[in-house]
């Protein structure tokens, strides 16, 4: 697709989903930027939530119609309320669908355990990757862990 004109890519793109578009940002820097397109996103979200949302939603400089895209299905999956959400292995504090707080990675938060172990004459292994978290920090770890636990038991009770 090197060689094709832009315009001809961003009609092959208008035939993605949005997962589809967002990892055809991932293949190189031309394909991030004709899959940001502006209208593309408009397109999509006017597909998933009608012409009526978009309207209502419509991005606000310096958000793009892909931010908004990205709120709202944030949104859809896990409220509108102040939430703590797991992806993979990082936390971030929600609200209104909109990432209010990067709390960090189970991965770093292991690590600065164990740093603080060391500091205080426990065994563990020192790293000196990432200072200590603060207490606000374990405590909304503790409430994200709580969180992606008890999810597989509210599932099952809905079924």
Known sequence: ?????????????????????????????????????????????????????????????PKSWKDVYFVQDRCDRVGLGLKIVREGDNYYF??????????GSRRSEA????????????SGTKSEEEPCSSILDRILFFIGDLEAASLHAKRSRLQ
């Not at 832009?6 to 990892?23: G, R, V, Y």
């Not at 609200?95 to 709390?103: A, F, K, N, T």
């Open 1 to 61: 697709m090197d060689g094709l004109p832009a315009d001809l890519c961003l009609k092959i793109f208008c035939w993605l989903d949005h997962q589809n578009l967002a990892t055809a940002q991932l293949v190189c820097k031309k394909w991030s930027v004709l899959a940001s397109d502006n209208a593309l996103w408009s397109n999509i979200f006017k597909e998933r939530w009608g012409v009526d949302n978009a309207t209502f939603y419509a991005p606000v400089h």
């Open 94 to 103: 929600v609200h209104q669908g909109e990432i209010q707080r990067y709390l």
């Open 111 to 122: 690590r600065a355990f164990d740093s603080l172990n060391s500091e205080n004459g426990y």
